[in-house]
C-alpha cells in the first residue's frame, strides 16, 4: 500500500467501534430469547401440576371402596365415593332388552337362491311402523329397490319417532335384522304390510301374518329385598353401587373399604406440587451477575469451551429473578391450598387440609407440603365423602382441587401471555413480539453497518490513490528536475 498503513486492521478497528450498538442489541435479544425459554418451561411445570389437580376435582378419586360380586356371571358391581362396607343380596329379575324384529327365516329370491343386501327385492307396498305410544312411521317400498334400500328406509323413517329403529340386511343370513335403539316396555312398536308378499320378503313367516309386534323389556332387580324396577338400560346405581345387570340370577355384594387409590392421588398432586413450587422459588431468588452478559459469536472465538459454558452459566443466572409474574402464581397457589373451604366448615365437616393430615411445615420449608399418611387414610376410611367434598366442591366456597386448578388455568394463561406457548402457531405473546421487534432492529443495523463499511473502504481506497498520485508525481520531478544534475 501507497501508505504503508495496516487498512484491513484499522477497518475492522473502526467497525469494533460501530458494531457496539448492535452487540448490545443482540445480547440484550439473547437474554430475552433465555427468559423466555424459562418461562415456557414453568408454563409447561404448571400445565403438567394442573393435570396432577384436575382428578382430584372430581368424585371418582375418592372412591375409597372396593366391592365384589359373588355371581359376576350375573351381577357386575363397581363403587362409587358413597359407598358403605358391608355385605348385600342381589337378585337379577329381568334384563332390558330391546324390541327386535328379524326375519324368520332366510330370504330367497327363487328355490334355492338366497337373497343379497344389493338384490332388488321384486315387490312393492307399504309397511306401517306404530310405537307403544301411539307414533306411526310409514314406509313406501318399490320393486326397484334393494334390500340393503329397504332397511335404510325404515331406519330413516323412524329417525324422529318413538322408539326409533335400526334396520339393516344381513348377506350371511339373508335376513332382515329391525331392533329399537333403545331398551325397555316403551320401546315395542308393530310393523303392518300392506300385503303378504311384502311381509313375506321382510318378515319371512310363509305369508302367515301381515303385522307383527315386538317385545321389549325392562329391567329389574331386587336389592337387599327392595325391587328396583323399571330399568331403561342394565345398568344401576343403589347405596353406592353401581351395578351391571347381565343375567337372571342372585349374587351376594360384599363392599370393603380401600383408601389406596384415593391416597396415591393425592401423594402424586403433594409430590408434583413440592417440586413445582421448589423449582420456582429457586428462580426467584438465583443471583443475577449483570457483568456476564450473553456472548457474542465474535466473543466466543476468543474462548475455549470449558470457558464459554462457565461464562454462559452465569449469563443465565437470574434470568426471573424476584419475577412478578412467578410470585403471584406461587401466592396464589398456597392460598389457595391453605385456606379453608369456609362452607363446609359452618356445617362441621373437614374444611382444611390439616385435618386430614397435610401441613406446610415451618417457614424454612419455603411451603412445601408433608403428608401424614396415617392421619390422611384413618380420614379417607371414616370420612370419605368429607373428604371428597374438601377437594370437589363446586359451588358457594370451592373445594382445594377446585380452586388451584381455576388458579392454575390463570396462571398458565399469564405465562403465555408473557411468552407464548411452544405449542401454539400463533404467539402474540410480549415476548414474542420484543424479540420480533428486536430482529428488526438488529437487521437495520446490520444494513446500517454494511453501509458504513463500504464507506470506510471509499475513504481509505481514496486515500491509498491520492498517495498513488502524489509519489508518481514526485518521482517524475525528481527524475526531470534533478535527474541531468
Avoid at 303392518?192 to 319371512?204: Q, T
Avoid at 411451603?367 to 368429607?386: C, M, N, R, S, V
Amino acid at each position: 500500500m501507497a501508505t504503508g498503513m495496516d487498512i484491513d486492521q484499522i477497518v475492522k478497528d473502526l467497525m469494533a467501534a460501530e458494531k457496539m450498538p448492535l452487540d448490545r442489541l443482540t445480547q440484550k435479544k439473547m437474554w430475552t430469547e433465555w427468559q423466555q425459554e424459562s418461562y415456557r418451561e414453568f408454563n409447561l411445570s404448571l400445565s403438567n401440576l394442573r393435570t396432577s389437580t384436575s382428578s382430584l376435582r372430581f368424585s371418582s378419586a375418592f372412591n375409597a371402596y372396593s366391592a365384589t360380586s359373588s355371581n359376576a356371571a350375573s351381577l357386575g358391581v363397581s363403587t362409587t365415593a358413597s359407598a358403605m362396607t358391608g355385605t348385600y343380596t342381589a337378585e337379577v329379575v329381568s334384563i332390558a332388552s330391546a324390541a327386535k324384529v328379524n326375519s324368520s327365516a332366510g330370504i330367497e329370491n327363487s328355490p334355492g337362491v338366497k337373497a343379497q343386501s344389493g338384490d332388488q327385492i321384486g315387490t312393492a307396498g307399504t309397511i306401517t311402523v306404530t310405537g307403544s305410544g301411539g307414533a306411526t312411521a310409514t314406509v313406501d317400498v318399490t320393486a326397484t329397490m334393494t334390500f340393503s334400500d329397504v332397511a335404510k328406509a325404515i331406519q330413516d323413517s323412524t329417525t324422529a319417532s318413538v322408539p326409533a329403529l335400526r334396520a339393516s340386511f344381513d348377506n350371511t343370513t339373508s335376513r332382515f335384522f329391525i331392533a329399537s335403539k333403545g331398551m325397555g316396555v316403551d320401546q315395542n312398536f308393530s310393523m303392518s304390510f300392506s300385503d303378504a308378499a311384502l311381509a313375506d320378503k321382510i318378515v319371512n313367516n310363509g305369508g302367515t301374518t301381515t303385522a307383527m309386534t315386538t317385545n321389549g323389556q325392562d329391567g329389574s332387580v331386587n336389592f337387599d329385598g327392595i325391587p328396583i324396577t323399571g330399568l331403561k338400560s342394565n345398568q344401576t346405581t343403589v347405596n353406592g353401587l353401581t351395578l351391571n345387570l347381565n343375567q337372571v340370577g342372585t349374587s351376594t355384594i360384599t363392599v370393603n373399604s380401600d383408601t389406596a387409590k384415593p391416597l396415591e392421588s393425592i401423594k402424586s398432586f403433594v409430590e408434583n406440587y413440592n417440586k413445582t413450587i421448589a423449582d420456582i422459588e429457586a428462580k426467584l431468588i438465583e443471583k443475577r451477575y449483570p457483568d456476564f452478559q450473553p456472548l457474542t459469536d465474535d466473543q466466543k472465538k476468543a474462548m475455549t469451551e470449558n470457558e464459554i459454558e462457565l461464562w454462559e452459566e452465569k449469563s443465565r443466572s437470574g434470568l426471573l429473578r424476584n419475577d412478578p409474574t412467578l410470585q403471584t402464581a406461587l401466592q396464589e397457589l398456597r392460598r389457595n391450598l391453605t385456606g379453608a373451604v369456609d362452607d363446609l366448615g359452618l356445617l362441621g365437616n373437614i374444611s382444611t387440609l390439616s385435618e386430614i393430615g397435610i401441613t406446610t411445615g415451618s417457614y424454612t420449608n419455603g411451603g412445601k407440603l408433608f403428608i401424614d399418611d396415617a392421619k390422611l387414610q384413618k380420614a379417607l376410611a371414616d370420612k370419605p365423602d368429607e373428604v371428597m367434598n374438601l377437594f370437589t366442591k363446586k359451588t358457594g366456597d370451592l373445594g382445594i382441587a377446585e380452586r388451584v386448578y381455576q388458579g392454575l388455568n390463570d396462571a398458565v394463561k399469564s405465562l403465555s401471555t408473557r411468552a407464548g406457548n411452544p405449542g401454539s402457531f400463533i404467539d402474540n405473546s410480549t415476548l414474542s413480539k420484543s424479540i420480533k421487534r428486536m430482529e428488526s432492529d438488529i437487521s437495520n443495523w446490520q444494513d446500517k453497518l454494511s453501509r458504513i463499511e463500504g464507506r470506510y473502504w471509499k475513504q481509505f481506497t481514496a486515500m491509498e490513490k491520492a498517495m498513488n498520485q502524489m509519489n508518481s508525481q514526485s518521482m517524475w520531478m525528481q527524475q526531470n528536475m534533478f535527474g541531468g544534475m
